[in-house]
């Protein structure tokens, strides 16, 4: 899973509230999580990712996932939603 595939993702979570509804919902496939970013933030994530078995990339830093997102500014958290959706 690389950061690549995020970019070009036709559909996305972008942030950790709607990463957090993407992964209850079952609709996420893969995580991707800012190492910079607070633990109270992403712990909940990482915990629901295990629980789920979704497989989850670290990134450098909020602002690379950010861009990566194609937004301007640092995103904590992403995810790629499923293609059957």
Known sequence: MTLEMLKTAHR???GSKQTL?????????SVFLADDAEDHVIQPILQLCLEHQIPTVRVESMLTL?????????????????EAE
Request: charged share 15%; glycine share 20%; aromatic share 0%.
């Open 12 to 14: 996305k979570t972008i």
């Open 21 to 29: 509804k993407g992964i209850c919902s079952g609709r996420v496939a």
């Open 66 to 82: 950010g861009k990566a997102c194609g937004i301007q500014i640092g995103a904590a958290a992403a995810g790629i939603i499923r």
